[in-house]
């Protein structure tokens, strides 16, 4: 099963992706605590509202999430780039739901950064609600796979230990556009990369992952409850543009993709934010 959030007629929706199609969930108009996967998968299709998915508009895959965490260094060669010692427990932060933007949506540049990078990352939406909840029965408690791109002010990012103010810019992390059940895919072997104007910039594997799904599940749901429509961020491989010799970052009239081989691709345009 694969899950779209959009927009059509000025109403949000979650349908099923059918071929180039997607078909409207009666009643459901978005991901969150009170829609995960039980109540997706029982949900009743509209087969009367079929519409080409060209002619809507396409939402993040979780819209508006509780909670976005994600992982820093949990590639080696990402690790090994930096120049930091292999973390013994997951590095995480958060981002918020303002943060994100659709799929295909541009992504605008603040005035104030002049080092944005990009980030090519797995999203794990959680579909069942869990606090505490064991590495052996965390797969029970993941709605899809999405994909991600954590694009992150570097200049921000850097200015203390923390890296929030780097990684946390309103409209700034695209999200989707489908969210994949695990039924449907398995992942344990597949491609990610990033590629910005043709160019590969980042690729690996997702089994070079250093803390896996059912531990990031595990850890994150120690101090927090995890609740339909979350969303973690599994990291990024080596390649990013702050740690090239000369260094890349983005800017205006870039492309920029992330694809994750059975998951799907992003493509965001580059522009500069008008303020």
Known sequence: MAYVSYRKDNHDHVGVLEDDSVIPLSGVTRIGPDT??????????????????SSVTLLPAS?????????????????NETGREIPQYPVLFPK??????AANDDIALPAESHQVDYE????????KRGRRIPQEEAYSHVLGYTVANDVTMRDYQY???Q???GKAWDKSTPLGPV?????????SNASIRTILNGDVMQESNLSHLIFTIPRLIADISE??????????????PGGVGYRRDPQVFLKPGDVVSVEIEKIGRIDNKIIAETV
């Open 36 to 53: 995960g996967t039980n109540e997706l998968a029982s949900a009743e299709r509209d087969i009367s509202g079929r519409t080409p998915i």
């Open 159 to 161: 200015k203390t230990h």
């Open 179 to 187: 969210i994949v059940t695990p039924d449907e895919a398995d992942i």
């Open 163 to 165: 890296w929030l103010q």
């Open 63 to 79: 819209p508006r999430p509780a909670r976005i965490l994600c992982v820093g260094l949990n590639y080696h060669d990402h690790i």
């Open 96 to 101: 918020f739901a303002s943060n994100l933007v």
């Open 223 to 236: 101090f927090t409850e995890l609740e339909p429509g979350d969303v973690i961020l599994t990291g990024t």
């Open 120 to 127: 090519c990352e797995l999203a794990v939406v959680i579909g």
